[in-house]
């Protein structure tokens, strides 16, 4: 081991003694930037891996937050102007569980943590305002949760309570404030729900109090009439203009299929029929009638001998004709008495009709024909047959839920495309295509070439020039440096040879490589010290 790192020493210092100073201080500098390429991957190597712990944060988190990793003694950084907190890559699990203990982040808001450092002695108007805080907190909370928001505030109107029992107390109102995350909107249902949500945690608040809005002013949910019928009528054009963009969407899809895409216009009039209906039939059947009750008395009774006399009060006097009484059968009566009810079959229908029942539909759509190039180079427009046209009916029909008896129509025209906008447009996205195409063509051909040229006549020349010493060292070791040794070589007797010119072999050497014959004369020169 001793020995190969001697011999590897002596090599180099053999090799540095015939290195000129400009050749040294490009092998030293060389060197220096290899030495500080690899300090500096180490250092990179070594250095922590930062990621992302929060990100979008306002100031009042951020703030919560960095204090709280302070006083831990955690390391971190803040990017995007301060919105984002970055740690070390294995500890961002472990603090977020930690701070989430901590109800960090808390979004900006207050909610029922605020009762946990509750001090004696409040009075009612705090307590009432700090739990409307809570409540409003809790509520932006829960509503960010949303994928398509991104913050959100709650404002919460409840009016006072009223003295008397017969003054008619107001409702509470709520606004709702969304900061959308990116471009994305709220569909309708989510706005509702919403707005139920809110409802529900407020006393006697009804959706159609709850105003929501976004950060760009726009009307999301509110502001409804207070009348029914007004509010039934805006229901009813949106479910309109809902099975109508359903209809045409339906009939575009499934026709761009058969004639092509962008060649089909559909435009469908619905006729909705929103009446509500209810109505309540008795019907009877006189031929299913039934015995309900029945009841039946019979009174049989025998009495005495019917008496006989005067009449009157001469019979009862004494001395008078006295009365009697006949011999013969006793009298005897019979009563029977019988009422039978009967109950008539009976059918009570309680029927509401549907509402938004389709009284009419009225389909309208414009094909695109076909076009041939003529022999002048002109495009000529070439209307559909009536068989293609009979067919698209047929289709648009069977998918629309087309009924005759219902009075439904069904038109199907063929007609040319104005497509000289959309020519305009097509040419100006491929002119950008082609020219971002050979941009990027440019941008990779010149750093191609940039390396070629960096590498030919930069990186070629110093590594020819550094190892050129090398070279010219062995060929002047290799170039016999007195007559007397080219004798000793070749065996012959040191007697000159009168006929070989070394004058003109030393002019020679000079003119056909300047470089070599230099060094050679600094290596004479050299020696001779």
């Keep these: 081991m001793f020995e190969f790192l001697n011999t590897t020493w002596a090599q180099i210092v053999e090799a540095n003694k015939g290195l000129n100073a400009s050749r040294r201080g490009a092998i030293i500098a060389v060197a220096i930037v290899c030495f500080l390429g690899i300090l500096s991957v180490a250092y990179m190597a070594n250095k922590p891996d930062y990621q992302i712990l929060f990100s979008g944060l306002d100031?009042?988190?951020?703030?919560?937050?960095?204090?709280?990793?302070?006083?831990?003694g955690v390391p971190y950084r803040l990017e995007r102007e301060g919105n984002a907190i970055m740690v070390p890559a294995g500890q961002?699990?472990?603090?977020?569980?930690?701070?989430?203990?901590?109800?960090?982040?808390?979004?900006?808001?207050?909610?029922f943590e605020i009762f946990d450092n509750s001090t004696f002695g409040m009075t009612e108007f705090v307590q009432k305002l700090n739990f409307k805080r809570a409540l409003q907190g809790e509520l932006a909370r829960t509503i960010s949760q949303l994928r398509e928001i991104k913050s959100a505030r709650v404002h919460i109107a409840t009016p006072k309570k009223k003295i008397f029992a017969t003054d008619k107390e107001d409702n509470?109102?709520?606004?709702?404030?969304?900061?959308?995350?990116g471009r994305t909107r709220l569909k309708k249902g989510k706005v509702k729900s919403i707005a139920h949500l809110v409802a529900s945690s407020v006393e006697n608040l009804s959706p159609e109090n709850v105003t929501i809005v976004d950060t760009e002013g726009t009307l999301l949910s509110g502001g409804e009439p207070s009348d029914e019928t007004a509010r039934l009528s805006s229901t009813q054009m949106e479910h309109r203009k809902t099975l109508e963009k359903g209809l045409e969407k339906r009939i575009t899809s499934m026709l761009e299929n058969v004639v092509g895409i962008g060649k089909i216009v559909t435009r469908v009039n619905a006729d909705i029929d929103f009446t509500r209906t209810e109505r309540t039939e008795k019907t009877f059947d006189p031929n299913s009638q039934v015995a309900r009750s029945e009841q039946r008395s019979e009174s049989k009774?025998?009495?005495?001998?019917?008496?006989?006399g005067v009449p009157g009060a001469q019979s009862n006097l004494p001395g008078g004709e006295?009365?009697?009484?006949?011999?013969?059968?006793?009298?005897?009566?019979?009563?029977?008495?019988?009422?039978?009810?009967?109950?008539?079959?009976?059918?009570?229908?309680h029927i509401v009709a549907p509402v938004g029942d389709i009284k009419r539909l009225s389909i309208a759509v414009i094909v695109d024909g076909k076009y041939e190039t003529t022999d002048e180079g002109e495009r000529q427009f070439i209307p559909r047959s009536d068989e293609e046209i009979k067919q698209l009916s047929d289709l648009i029909s069977a998918a629309a839920g087309v009924d005759a008896k219902r009075g439904d129509v069904v038109t199907v025209k063929s007609s040319p495309f104005d497509n000289s906008r959309f020519a305009?447009?097509?040419?100006?996205?491929?002119?950008?295509?082609?020219?971002q195409f050979y941009g990027e063509i440019i941008k990779y051909a010149g750093m191609g070439a940039l390396a070629v040229i960096i590498f030919m006549f930069v990186l070629r020349p110093v590594m020819g020039w550094i190892t050129a010493t090398s070279r010219d060292m062995d060929s002047l070791r290799a170039f016999p440096q007195t007559v007397r040794e080219v004798e000793e070589q070749l065996g012959v007797a040191a007697t000159p040879d009168e006929s070989i010119d070394y004058r003109a072999k030393v002019t020679q050497l000079f003119e056909s490589d300047p470089k070599i014959a230099a060094e050679m004369v600094r290596e004479w020169l050299r020696s001779k010290k």
């Design 92 to 111: 961002v699990h472990k603090l977020r569980l930690a701070l989430a203990t901590e109800g960090l982040p808390s979004g900006g808001t207050i909610g």
């Design 424 to 435: 305009d447009e097509i040419e100006e996205a491929s002119t950008e295509a082609d020219r």
């Design 172 to 181: 509470p109102t709520a606004t709702v404030v969304l900061k959308m995350a």
């Design 322 to 349: 006295s009365s009697g009484v006949t011999s013969g059968k006793p009298a005897t009566s019979n009563n029977t008495q019988e009422t039978v009810n009967y109950e008539i079959n009976e059918v009570v229908s």
């Design 301 to 308: 009774s025998m009495g005495a001998q019917s008496p006989f």
């Design 59 to 72: 100031a009042t988190d951020a703030q919560s937050v960095t204090q709280k990793l302070s006083e831990d």
